[in-house]
C-alpha cells in the first residue's frame, strides 16, 4: 500500500490549538466497525454509549517535562527534546519508567550522569563534542554522537537527583502544530496520569474526567490501566512510499497482572475490549495470543499495525483524528478498514471536528 491512500485535505482551521474549557465536552464521532454507519454524539454521552461488561484498558503514562532550553559553548541558544534513557555502561535503551526515577550513576565527584537520546535544534550546530548549558549552570551536557536517524545521544551532569532538576528547568514538550501557549500543563496530561516517562500524551485520555470514569463504573463498564511511554517515533512522518517499508521506533509499556486478569475475564465472558488509544491497542496487540488473551509484560513494541493486519484482543478503539499519512491513521484503518476511516474523516471535516492531540475523539466499535 502507499502512503498517499492515507491523504486527506484537512482545513488548517480544524488543528485545535487549545483544549476545551471542559474535557468532556469534546465531540465524539461514533462509527461501526463493520457498517461504517456515523451517528455525531459528544464525549460526555460514552457512558450510556458502552454496554454493561466492556472492559475499557488506558494508558496511565504521564509526560515528562522533557523540553530543555539551554546555550552551547558557543554562546548559541539550543533546545533539546529528552525522547529515552540509554544505560551508560552498555549504551542499550533504558526503560523511561525506571530511569526517570533513579538517581542515576553518580561519579567521584558526587555529579549524577545519565545519558539520553534527543532531538536537538539547531541540528546541524550541535556536533558531537558540544557542551551545553541549562538554566544557571545546575545542569551541563556533552553530546556524546550522533544516531544512525540524525538523533543526539547527551550526557547529562548535575550534582543532584536528575529527575528534580528536570521538573525545575524543563517544559512541557507540545506538538509542532500547536502555536498557542498552553496555560495549563495538566490539560495535556490525562487525570489519571501516574507513570512518568511520556514524551507526548496519550491524547485520546484527555477526554476524560474522574466524573466520566465513575459513572463509567456505574454502569457496569470495566477499567484498568497499562503503561506505554510515548515517544515521538510514533508521530514521526512515514518517508518511504510503500507503508511496508517504513519502521517504526520502539517503545517501552508494562501490563500488570490486574489488567491482564482484568482483560483475560472479559475475553472469557464474551465482552469486549476497547483500547482507549492507539498506544493502548498497540500494547495489546503485541502481547496478544491468538485467542485473545494477554499476558502480564515488561518491554518494548515497535509493532506497526496497518491494512491488513489481524486483530487479536481488541473489539473497540477510541482515539482522536489523526495527521494525513501518519502511522495513527493507517492503525485506524487497520481496524476499521480504509474505506470506512477515510469516509468518516471526510465527514469530520465537512462538520468541523477539531483535529489531532486537542481535538475531538471517535469512537469505533
Known amino acids: 500500500m502507499y502512503k498517499s491512500e492515507f491523504n486527506f485535505e484537512l482545513p488548517e482551521n480544524l488543528i485545535a490549538q487549545k483544549p476545551l474549557m471542559s474535557r468532556e465536552q469534546s465531540r465524539l464521532l461514533c462509527m ?139 517544559t512541557m514538550p507540545l506538538p509542532p502544530y500547536i502555536h498557542e501557549e498552553l496555560k495549563d500543563a495538566e490539560r495535556y496530561q490525562t487525570v489519571y496520569s501516574r507513570e512518568v516517562g511520556s514524551a507526548a500524551a496519550p491524547t485520546a485520555g484527555l477526554h476524560f474526567t474522574q466524573q466520566i470514569l465513575d459513572k463509567l463504573s456505574l454502569e457496569g463498564i470495566d477499567i484498568c490501566f497499562m503503561t506505554l511511554h ?22 517501552y509499556f508494562t501490563i500488570p497482572e490486574e489488567t491482564a486478569n482484568k482483560v483475560n475475564h472479559a475475553k472469557e465472558n464474551g465482552s469486549r475490549i476497547i483500547a482507549i488509544g492507539t498506544t493502548s491497542c498497540r500494547a495489546l496487540e503485541s502481547v496478544a495470543d491468538e485467542a485473545g488473551r494477554i499476558s502480564v509484560y515488561s518491554g518494548q513494541t515497535d509493532i506497526f499495525i496497518y491494512p491488513g493486519y489481524k486483530f487479536k484482543c481488541i473489539d473497540g478503539l477510541l482515539t482522536n483524528f489523526h495527521l494525513p499519512e501518519s502511522t495513527l491513521i493507517m492503525l485506524v484503518s487497520a481496524f476499521a478498514g480504509k474505506d470506512n476511516t477515510m469516509r468518516a474523516y471526510e465527514e469530520a471535516v465537512r462538520m468541523e471536528y477539531r483535529f489531532f492531540s486537542f481535538g475531538d475523539a471517535m469512537l469505533i466499535s
Request: with cysteine.
Open 32 to 170: 461501526g466497525r463493520y457498517t461504517g454507519a456515523l451517528e455525531h454524539c459528544c464525549f460526555f454521552e460514552l457512558p450510556k454509549i458502552l454496554r454493561k461488561g466492556d472492559c475499557l484498558v488506558l494508558n496511565d503514562s504521564r509526560v515528562m517535562p522533557a523540553r530543555l532550553l539551554g546555550v552551547r559553548d558557543t554562546g548559541g541558544s539550543v533546545e533539546v527534546l529528552l525522547l529515552h534513557e540509554v544505560d551508560n555502561n552498555s549504551g542499550e535503551y533504558r526503560a523511561t519508567v525506571g530511569a526517570y526515577r533513579d538517581e542515576g550513576i553518580v561519579s567521584a565527584g558526587g555529579a549524577a550522569k545519565k545519558t539520553w537520546e534527543c532531538l536537538v535544534k539547531p541540528g546541524r550546530k550541535v556536533k558531537p563534542d558540544t557542551r551545553l548549558v541549562f538554566g544557571d549552570g545546575e545542569l551541563t551536557a556533552t553530546v556524546k554522537s550522533e544516531t544512525a536517524d540524525g538523533n543526539r545521544l547527551i550526557e547529562f551532569n548535575c550534582d543532584r537527583e536528575f529527575r528534580e532538576v528536570l521538573e525545575k528547568l524543563g
Open 230 to 251: 510515548v515517544g515521538l517515533g510514533t508521530f514521526r512522518p512515514v518517508k518511504t512510499e510503500k507503508i511496508e517499508d517504513h519502521l517504526m521506533h520502539s517503545e
